[in-house]
């Protein structure tokens, strides 16, 4: 019995599965989740002190790499000084004005401490800045677990959601609305139909919630042009993507100005901030200027904010992106690589820090497709891969992370397991 058994058995007497966030319980995948002891750089060592290169990174956070000594030291020197204040201090104003410069559309922000809490607030603001209760959602992409964002697509294709969780009134469910991520047609159509009474549209422009999927330029020119000429919100949720994919997010890779953004992750460097923001017409709606209320007792924690600062400011200097994009291009063509000589049907794919693999012929172009992909192979090389230490996604419909600190001598190692992962899969 490894202490990982151990420790997952005595979590699930005191916490409902053992987690405290479902996808942890590798329910999906089978077996024992890894209690993560310690993690530094590119690797965390589990409780029976096994070394695993890590391709989770706190699912985004981690991108400069576990336990920086910069961001570390930021950490200590704020938590110095109090841990939290329910006052305002300067280290908000220096987060907020750094997030206004790296994401342009971006004119005033909210902080929060969770990309449900962002993604939430925003949709509460668009509601309010328009007058109307109908929201746009796609299916596959996630936004957080607020009620009104557990909603899947209607029997019908453009009826109205229902719940995907329980205790979730179909009141609340029903003013969202699930189509199609990549079905440029399909939102012309409902635009068409119901513009006028459409709130927001909220989408990942890279969603990672389904594994990777890259949203077509069109798809999100038709969402651009169409909630312009009708006045609804555009909401990029860039929780994911944002200071992943490209230093200026997924926006900057399309060229495409949402008129919200909801972000997280990343800026807050590991510790809990996540933060929305926008157009300076709608923000001024907010509480305590508007009638849009949203609050929060650790909303801009001190402590919080100066690991997201010292995290945003490593990611600035230069090459940061280029190396991060190397790194995971040169990954997904070492498994892509290593899956042909092994004769599997496989692919992957990259977008700037941020990599898909897919046990499929060919790249999935929307969530049909994604969901044709072959599950239980995937499982069966997580776990190869896993016993071979290297920690990927426990679900074949999750994205990976690659931090500053994945070297070629991580990338190698990767690539190694993987031939040896594929060969089992055929032994
Ligand atoms: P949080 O409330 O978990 O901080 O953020 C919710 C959220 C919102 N929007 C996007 C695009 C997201 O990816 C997320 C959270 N992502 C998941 C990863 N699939 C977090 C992992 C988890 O749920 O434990």
Request: proline share 5%; net charge negative.
């Amino acid at each position: 019995m490894s202490h990982n058994d151990t420790l997952f058995a005595r979590a699930q007497r005191s916490t409902p599965g053992g987690v405290n966030s479902p996808v942890r319980a590798f329910r999906s995948v089978g077996g024992t989740p890894r209690f993560v002891a310690r993690a530094k750089g590119a690797h965390f060592w589990d409780a029976d002190g096994k070394r695993y290169i890590d391709y989770i990174g706190s699912w985004g956070p981690a991108i400069v790499g576990h336990a920086h000594p910069e961001v570390i030291g930021a950490v200590q020197a704020a938590a110095a000084n109090g841990l939290s204040f329910g006052a305002p201090t300067e280290g908000e104003i220096l987060m907020a004005e750094e997030i206004c410069k790296l994401v342009p559309s971006i004119e005033q922000v909210r902080l929060v401490s969770s990309g449900t809490e962002a993604a939430m607030s925003a949709l509460r603001l668009a509601r309010g800045a328009t007058g109307r209760d109908l929201v746009i959602k796609f299916e596959g992409c996630y936004h957080g677990h607020a009620d009104s964002m557990l909603v899947k697509a209607g029997s019908g294709l453009l009826t109205f959601g229902n719940p995907t969780s329980s205790g979730v009134p179909a009141d609340f469910a029903k003013h969202t609305m699930v189509l199609d991520y990549n079905d440029p047609a399909q939102l012309d159509e409902v635009f068409g139909r119901m513009g006028d009474q459409i709130a927001a549209v909220i989408v990942e422009p890279v969603a990672g919630n389904m594994n990777l999927l890259r949203a077509t330029p069109e798809f999100l020119q038709t969402m651009r042009r169409l909630c312009t000429k009708h006045g609804a919100v555009l909401m990029f949720d860039e929780v994911m993507s944002g200071f992943r994919v490209a230093l200026g997010g997924a926006q900057s890779l399309y060229g495409i100005v949402p008129d919200m953004t909801v972000l997280g992750k990343v800026i807050g460097g590991g510790l809990p901030v996540a933060a929305f923001g926008g157009r300076a017409d709608l923000m001024q709606k907010l509480a305590p200027l508007g009638p849009v209320y949203q609050a929060g007792t650790l909303s801009g924690n001190p402590v919080a904010v100066a690991a997201g600062m010292s995290t945003l400011k490593i990611i600035q200097r230069p090459d940061f992106y280029e190396r991060l994009g190397t790194q995971t291009t040169k990954l997904v063509d070492g498994l892509s690589a290593a899956a042909r000589e092994a004769g599997e049907a496989f692919c992957a794919d990259a977008v700037g820090g941020m990599f898909g693999i897919y046990f499929a012929g060919t790249l999935p172009g929307n969530y049909a497709e994604m969901m044709k992909c072959d599950k239980e192979r995937f499982n069966r090389f997580f776990h190869a891969m896993l016993d071979a230490g290297v920690y990927l996604a426990p679900s074949a419909f999750e994205a990976g992370f690659v931090s500053a600190m994945h070297d070629d001598a991580v990338i190698d190692e990767t690539v190694a397991a993987a031939r040896g992962a594929f060969a089992q899969l055929n032994a």
